[in-house]
C-alpha cells in the first residue's frame, strides 16, 4: 500500500493511544513529536517525509484523534468512585487439579468475611491463583504438602488497591486505561488486576502502595472538583 504523509500520520497517531489525553489538553510539542515519528512516517510512505509537512499532518489529525479518545465522560464517573488500600496480603500460584481445586473450596468455606478476612481465587484451565492474608499461607501450602512442585510462585507483601465505581463504567472505555497510567507514571508494577461488578482491584508490592493510593486518591478528588465546576458554569 502506497501512503501520503497524511496517511501515514494518520496511522502512526491512531496507534499512539496515550497521547489522546494530551492532545486535548493542548500540551503537545508538535515539532518535538513530528521528529519521533519522522523514521515511522517514512517507513510507510517509502520515502523521505520533510518536518513541515509531518506536523502540518499532524495538526489535521488531531480533531480525528481526540474523538477516537472520546466516550462518556471517564473523569465525571471517575468522581463518583471510592478508593481502598488493603496491605498485609499474598499472592500464591499453583497448578490446577481437581484435587487441589476441591481444597481451595473447603478453605474457602473457612473465611469469615464478617470479620475482615478475604480471599480471592482466579483460575484456569491449568492454574489457580490465589489473593488472600499472609497469615493463610502455612493453609495453603499445607494443600499441596504431597505435591510441593505445584507451587509455581508466592509473591509476599503485597498490598490490593480496590475502586468502587458506578455501572455505568463497565460500558466506558478508557477508565482502566486511566487507572493503569497511574502506576506507569510512578514506575510501579501491577502484579495482578481484577474486577468484579462494581469493583476494581489492582495488587503491587506493599511499599509502593501508598505513592500510588495518594495518586489515584488525588485524582478522583480532582475529577470531584471538575464535575462541581461544570455543573456551576
Known amino acids: 500500500m502506497n501512503y501520503s504523509v497524511s496517511d ?33 512516517v517514512e517507513q510507510k510512505t ?17 480533531e480525528l484523534l481526540v474523538k477516537q479518545g472520546e466516550s462518556k465522560d471517564v473523569y465525571s464517573l471517575l468522581g463518583e468512585c471510592t478508593l481502598s488500600l ?6 500464591v500460584h499453583f497448578k490446577r487439579s481437581n484435587e487441589l481445586y476441591q481444597k481451595v473450596v473447603e478453605f474457602e468455606h473457612t473465611i469469615n468475611w464478617l470479620s475482615g478476612e478475604r480471599i480471592y481465587v482466579n483460575q484456569r484451565t491449568d492454574e489457580i491463583s490465589i489473593m488472600t492474608l499472609s497469615r493463610f499461607i502455612p493453609k ?7 505435591d ?14 480496590t475502586i468502587r465505581f458506578p455501572p455505568s ?27 468484579s461488578y ?19 486518591a488525588k ?7 471538575m464535575v462541581e465546576m461544570k455543573a456551576v458554569e
Open 8 to 40: 501515514a500520520v494518520s496511522e502512526v497517531l491512531s496507534e499512539m493511544y496515550f497521547l489522546q489525553q494530551p492532545f486535548k489538553l493542548g500540551i503537545v510539542n508538535y515539532s518535538a513529536l513530528a521528529r519521533v515519528i519522522k523514521p515511522l
Open 46 to 62: 517509502g520515502e523521505e517525509a520533510g518536518l513541515d509537512a509531518i506536523i502540518m499532518a499532524i495538526r489535521r489529525n488531531i
Open 86 to 91: 488493603r496491605t498485609g496480603m499474598v499472592c
Open 140 to 146: 495453603l501450602l499445607e494443600m499441596i504438602k504431597n
Open 148 to 161: 510441593p512442585s505445584q507451587l509455581l510462585a508466592k509473591q509476599e507483601s503485597m498490598a490490593m488497591l
Open 169 to 195: 463504567v463497565l460500558d466506558t472505555h478508557g477508565f482502566l486505561h486511566l487507572l493503569t497510567s497511574q502506576f506507569e507514571a510512578l514506575g510501579i508494577n501491577i502484579n495482578a488486576v481484577f474486577s
Open 198 to 216: 462494581s469493583r476494581l482491584s489492582f495488587v503491587c508490592n506493599e511499599a509502593d502502595a501508598p505513592a500510588v493510593y495518594d495518586r489515584i
Open 219 to 225: 485524582l478522583i478528588r480532582d475529577s470531584k472538583k
